[in-house]
Structures are given as structure tokens and as C-alpha cells.
């Protein structure tokens, strides 16, 4: 079931944080008071737990930069601007990158964002955790002619287009564990998964999806099976506004996804060594049953990393799930 066009506008009404009366929303929205609080009442099936108080009205439990399309364009990069070919804004989808991937005719610089995912996909079969209206979830589509090899690398250049874009807000701590997540004083910020449709020679289809922790509920937070942190954590009030930082995010990632394929990974790995967070500290690598301990000497000119396994070993890994070795258990952050 999709939000009715009545609960959107409730949205948009309620986004400031503030009280609205029964009586003032019904009369904007030419509606009754009985029908606004039915309609409130479905905000609880998206996570959103609207404070209902006589007297006061209805509030959020926090404002809500709700995903704003002109905003998002105004604040594109003119070359990036005639690289988009669609965007499409959703308040409710399953995920992202399924609906992309299940668009046959979108063309190259299609993009997807939503306020809410209901099945947002992480990797290696991860659920992607997607409260509404407070995190990014963003797709992009592009076609490659070349075929699959021609693209390899990419997922780690996405990552170097992702700490551009939050570089512009100088913070000390964040970092890239590889293979695709964004860190933060060893916390989850965000992940990217691309995924490939085609053939290893001919066209394919590549599917980048980026979840970023915006300001995380706490409801939504207690589901997230790893540690995690959010902008408003790290930022409190120096925080980007959600539709700067989507267009900010998109000005780096279309200038690097559209010539991957002739540029290819070399050019992104000196940056990407530059903000490893991983190098020099003991990791176990799971490896399908396996798991693989060592310090992680970096990634090598693949981008795979590159694990001392032993006191004359070194191996590369071209996939796998890192997790470190940490005697302490996570504090939370004050
Ligand atoms: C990871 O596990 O670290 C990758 C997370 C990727 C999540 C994003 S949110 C937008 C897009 N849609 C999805 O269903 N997944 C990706």
C-alpha cells in the first residue's frame, strides 16, 4: 500500500517539526479532522511516530527535509545537470536500485531516491535498515558498451566520489573500509553496492546504490545489526541539507561513473590509499565459511586487499566481508 496523495500533503504540512492543529490541517487540505488523524494514524507503518497531543495537535518526532527536485537540480554541476537523464523521487519504494534494475528501458543517468525503503538491499545479502525521510537512499543507472572487465574497480572509485563530496565538510575520523563502506571512528556512515547486469564482453548494466545515515531514529537504529553512525552525530548542526548533499554526492559520482570506462580504477586508487581506514590494523576476512585473519597492508593496483596473513605472507582478496578486531566493545557516542 502507497502513501495517499493526502498523507504526502500531510507530510510536506508536517515537515517543520512544529504543532499543527487538527482543525488547521483539516481546513488546508479541505478535509474533515476525523479523516487527517485516520490518515496520521498510517504514518505508523512508515516508522513515524507523529505525537498526537490535545490541545497542541500533531507534531513530527523531528523535522524532515522531505527530497525536493528543483533543489536538487538548482545545486548540480552544469556538466552533471546535461549527464542526468531522469530523476525519479519516490516517498515509497521497495528499493532504489530494484527499481532501476527493473526498468528496461532507462538510459544511462537515470537516478532513483526515496524517503522509504521497504526492502532496501545491502551487500552480501544484508537487509539496508531505510527509516523514512531522514537518510539518503540513492541509485543511478548507467550502460557500458565495453563489457564487464572494462568496469572493474568501479565500486571503490564510487567510494572515492562519496568522501569528495563529504570531504567538503572537513570531518577528521571518516574514512573508506573496503571494500564499499564509508566509516566513521569505526562506525558505519553509509555503504554502496553496485550491481552488474551483462556480459563479461559486451553491454552491461550497472546499478550503483548509496545508503547514507542521515539522522537515524533510534527505532530504526536498534534494527541496524552493526555499529552505526549518522551526520547528526557527527555534524549536530553543521550538517548538509539532505537535497545539497544528494546533488553534492551526484556532482561527484556522474563525472567518475561516466568515463570509468576509459579512465578505469588506477586514477581513484592513490586517493582511495589516502582515506583506507583499515591499513595496519587486524581484520578477520570471511570469505564464504572461511575466515581469514591478518593486518591489512592496503589495496593493491586491482583494488583488492591485501591481507599479511603471516610473518612472510601476504595474500590479495578480491571480495569478502571485513570485520576488525576490536578487544573493546563499542561505547556509544555521548
Ligand atoms: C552496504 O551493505 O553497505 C550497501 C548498502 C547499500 C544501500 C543502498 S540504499 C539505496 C540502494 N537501494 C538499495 O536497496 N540498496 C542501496
Not at 553496492?193 to 547514507?212: A, H, K, M, N, S
Request: charged content about 20%; proline content about 4%.
Amino acid at each position: 500500500m502507497n502513501l495517499s496523495d493526502l498523507q504526502k500533503q500531510l507530510l510536506v504540512l508536517l515537515s517543520d517539526g512544529n504543532f499543527h492543529s487538527g482543525r488547521e490541517l483539516a481546513e488546508i487540505l479541505s478535509s474533515t479532522r476525523a479523516v487527517i488523524w485516520k490518515q496520521i494514524k498510517g504514518f505508523k507503518r512508515l516508522g513515524i511516530d507523529v505525537a498526537a497531543i490535545s490541545g497542541k495537535g500533531y507534531r513530527l518526532p523531528y523535522p524532515m527535509e522531505l527530497l525536493d527536485e528543483t533543489c536538487i537540480t538548482r545545486n548540480l554541476a552544469h556538466e552533471v545537470k546535461a549527464l542526468l537523464s531522469i530523476l525519479h523521487i519516490h516517498y515509497e519504494i521497495d528499493s532504489t536500485s530494484n527499481y532501476l534494475i527493473n526498468d528496461a528501458t532507462a538510459t544511462s543517468g537515470t537516478v532513483c531516491l526515496a524517503e522509504f525503503q521497504t526492502a532496501g538491499r545491502g551487500r552480501a545479502g544484508r537487509d539496508w535498515i531505510s527509516p523514512f525521510g531522514t537518510n539518503i537512499y540513492l541509485s543511478l543507472l548507467w550502460r557500458f558498451e565495453s563489457g564487464v572487465a572494462s568496469i572493474s574497480g568501479l565500486s571503490l572509485a564510487i567510494g572515492v566520489a562519496v568522501m569528495r563530496a563529504l570531504n567538503r565538510y572537513r570531518v577528521a575520523g571518516i574514512g573508506l573500509k573496503w571494500p564499499n563502506d564509508i566509516f566513521y571512528n569505526d562506525r558505519k556512515l553509509g555503504g554502496i553496492l553496485v550491481e552488474v547486469r551483462g556480459d563479461i564482453l559486451g553491454p552491461c548494466t550497472v546499478v550503483v546504490g548509496l545508503g547514507l545515515n542521515g539522522q537515524v531514529p533510534s527505532g530504526a537504529g536498534s534494527l541496524i545489526s552493526q555499529p552505526w553512525v549518522d551526520l547528526e552525530q557527527i555534524l549536530g548542526s553543521a550538517r548538509p541539507e539532505r537535497n545539497v548533499l544528494v546533488a553534492q554526492l551526484l556532482n561527484e559520482i556522474f563525472p567518475i561513473i561516466s568515463k570509468f570506462d576509459e579512465i578505469g580504477i588506477e586514477a581513484y586508487l592513490p586517493e582511495w590509499r589516502d582515506w583506507d581506514c583499515m591499513a595496519g590494523r587486524e581484520v578477520s576476512l570471511t570469505l564464504g565459511s572461511q575466515k581469514i585473519r591478518g593486518r591489512v597492508e592496503g589495496i593493491d593496483d586491482q583494488g583488492m586487499i591485501i591481507l599479511q596473513t603471516g610473518i612472510e605472507s601476504r595474500q590479495s582478496f578480491a571480495s569478502g566481508e571485513v570485520s576488525l578486531h576490536i578487544d573493546r566493545p563499542h561505547e556509544p557516542i555521548a
